[in-house]
Nanobody, 117 residues
Framework: VQLVESGGGLMQAGGSLKLSCAASGSTFSINAMGWYRQAPGKQRELVAVISSSGGSTHYADSVKGRFTISRDNAKNTMSLQMNSLKPEDTAVYYC???????????WGQGTLVTVSS
């Protein structure tokens, strides 16, 4: 399984951005997927995760009510709609997927989101 993110960029505080993650390879084996982020000088942290069916989601408290995670299994894509962006949302955002019977993990290359005040 391979993951490629897109959609990052520069946005003013209060604005919106939508990140996308396209999966390829053995996509039939993908289970849960998620978005993580890493700000400069900080550890990578969970942003949001979504179950294999898309019926269950979980968000970090810092983004709850502002970000929405979704996936389209027919198109092998996952998205993160980010609204009411804050400067503290500035980070490299990574797409993550768990796949296979032994729950292997794969990461995308990351996409930079910069929010100016």
């Amino acid at each position: 399984v391979q993951l490629v993110e897109s959609g990052g960029g520069l946005m003013q505080a209060g604005g919106s951005l939508k990140l996308s993650c396209a999966a390829s390879g053995s996509t039939f084996s993908i289970n849960a997927m998620g978005w993580y982020r890493q700000a400069p000088g900080k550890q990578r942290e969970l942003v949001a995760v979504i179950s294999s069916s898309g019926g269950s989601t979980h968000y970090a408290d810092s983004v709850k009510g502002r970000f929405t995670i979704s996936r389209d299994n027919a198109k092998n894509t996952m998205s993160l709609q980010m609204n009411s962006l804050k400067p503290e949302d500035t980070a490299v955002y990574y797409c993550n997927a768990v796949y296979g019977y032994n729950y292997l993990e794969v990461w995308g290359q990351g996409t930079l989101v910069t929010v100016s005040s």
